[in-house]
């Protein structure tokens, strides 16, 4: 696991210190060594923490007669079958990396036959000294990240956004267009990212650049096809996929560790990887703490496990470190644990297995359709969904109609087309009440329905509504939020987080499973907690999804914290953004109860905490500790 940084610019004579700030700025990605590769048009950056081969895999590493060269970020889990093949070919290596295995793959195969066969998660670099062409590449999902700015004939990708501000060519611009999607979406929903001219590679795609010129390529994709196997095949199918994945990804010549929650996904995962440590995470408001359902499960399964409790304290004094982390604004407030928990779990273990990626293959999210807890609404949703589409799109206009009554959402988005009502698992503010807090010179942006249907009309043919749902957040919430804090924030902490649900054998059984075997009357993800029920005690599988439970409610009804928010939303910069009367009266009814507008708060002051570290201070947070915390836990006990 590593950070990567290149650029090319033939301008930029003396590349050696410009390479080196830019790979200063995600040290934290690789704090055990670095290295370099620069010519006269371009130079590479690499910072390395050790997993695989620690005494050798030092990057970057070339090929046979040093006219190629790689830089790479993540794991291939099946590079040593791969690397059999190429001895066999003739190529000759140097080290025992999955980095190595790339390159040769690269010479072997091409770009696109490698990508085929490798199985991993990954973003590297590849500079063709021959014919003086970049290529790069991110994994089948976007487990890891890759951004790239484009300005004339200056051209860089990176890891992370934050290196490109150490490039004297670099323009540092908020993009005016990114805020309103974001406050719809709370995370940044466009291609182009909150820097102007600064985009993601998207997931499963791959680029060449090459005398100025930019093409990008996709080379794989989540095709969802309904097979003929029984209930019982599929669970034996995805139990088979899921050991063999969580197998491929404890490769590793360092400890690994896995998070654990009191939800299916992370204790599957853990159940089956049998780690010798373990780690959950909860916060100083009772009613918010995973732990004592973990240590259950842990002593169950036999195994150790290590919790910690965030308080509101120390969640509020390292909110801007944990955004500055993330690049960009997200106002998920799963951030907060995310961050304490991966660094908890850095004390002892530098690898660990999560259960990201489960609800968006499995269909484990509510809003697929299963949020009743009337099991009668739920059998009769759960049959609306087996009408004819004609007959469903017809009911489900004249349930929009009706006045509401007990289950009419549950069955209007059991019946109607999904592209009619569904954006992706978060929806904060309607874009019409964005447009009355928003000042007019951030009201334009693209249109919310255009960023979904972009995704929804690669799956028009699908007929499974069920289907398109799990497809869009497979490409928006899962890409744009999940996997990005998984990644930025276990990084931050000099942390490897794997997530072997993520696995393109597991997405294999994945998309062939019918969606009566995954959400039905009896429960979401069905199939998959029946798998998980084979290592699980019995009720553990049938818990309900918690995710990272925040206290977000209770921070923004604490007098303190609420005058610290406000204080934020009172500034005069803020004004440039927001209708300042608008937004303290959103903040002031929260607080007195008038209505429930934290999400809507906690959306807006995590866009106001970024824009002050990137825009105003310019400077790195550094983590504060709660002092109260810190004192107690220093406290020696009294025999």
Known sequence: MCGIVGFVDKTILDKKPVIEDMMEMIKHRGPNS????????????????????????????????????????????????????LVAAGHIFTTHSDTEVLLHGYEEYGMEGLLKKIRGMFAFLIWDDNIKTLFGARDFFGIKPMYYYKDGDTFMVGSEIKAFLKNPHFKKELNKEALKPYLTFQYSGLDETFFKNVYRIPEGHYFTYHDGELNIKKYWDMEFKANSLSL?????????????????????????????????????????????????????????????????????????????????????????????????????????????????????????????????????????????????????????????????????????????????????????????????????????????????????????????????????????????????????????????????????????????????????????????????????????????????????????????PVPVSAWLRDEKFYKQVRDLFAQDWAKEFFDQDAILKLIDDNYAGKIDGRRKVWVIYTFLVWYKVFFIDDTVPQFVPDPAKKAAQQEVPVA
């Open 34 to 85: 670095s290295g370099e590769y620069i010519n006269d048009q371009m130079a590479l950056g690499f910072r390395r923490l050790s997993i695989i081969d620690l005494k050798g895999g030092t990057q970057p590493i070339y090929n046979e007669d040093r006219s190629r060269v790689i830089i790479f970020n993540g794991e291939i889990y099946n590079f040593a079958s791969i690397r059999k093949d």
């Open 232 to 548: 019982n095949e599929t669970i034996d199918a995805i139990d088979k996929s899921v050991q063999e994945s969580v197998e491929a990804h404890r490769i590793s010549d360092v400890p690994v560790g896995s998070l654990l929650s009191s939800g299916v996904d992370s204790s599957y995962i853990t159940s089956i990887l049998r780690p010798e440590h373990t780690y959950s995470i909860g916060f100083d408001d009772k009613k918010y703490h995973e732990g004592t359902a973990a240590k259950e499960l842990a002593d169950k399964l036999g195994l150790d496990n290590t919790s910690d409790v965030v308080t509101a304290e120390e969640a509020f004094a390292n909110f801007p470190l944990i955004q500055y982390h993330l690049d960009e604004p997200d106002g998920n407030p799963s951030c907060v644990p995310l961050y304490f928990l991966t660094k908890l779990a850095s004390k002892d273990v530098t690898v660990i297995l999560s259960g990201e990626g489960a609800d968006e293959l499995f269909a484990g999210y509510a809003d697929y359709g299963f949020h009743s807890k009337s099991h009668v609404i739920r059998a009769f949703s759960d049959g609306l969904r087996h009408l004819p589409k004609g007959v469903k799109t017809k009911l489900a206009h004249g349930l929009r109609k009706m006045p509401n009554f007990h289950g009419r959402l549950q069955m209007y988005t059991a019946t109607a087309p999904a592209e009619e009502f569904f954006i992706g698992q978060a929806k904060i503010f309607d874009e019409s009440e964005s447009d009355k807090l928003l000042q007019p010179a951030f009201r334009q942006s693209e249109p919310v329905h255009d960023v979904v249907m972009d995704k929804y009309k690669r799956v028009r043919s699908y007929q499974d509504d069920v289907k398109k749902m799990q497809y869009l957040d497979l490409h928006q919430f899962m890409a744009g939020d999940i996997l990005l804090k998984a990644d930025k924030l276990s990084m931050a902490n000099s942390m490897e987080l794997r997530v072997p649900f993520l696995d393109k054998e597991v997405a294999k059984v994945a998309a062939g499973i019918p969606t009566k075997y995954l959400l039905n009357s009896k429960d979401s993800k069905y199939a998959m907690r029946e798998a998980a029920n084979r290592h699980l005690p019995n009720e553990w599988a049938s818990r309900p999804k918690l995710g990272f």
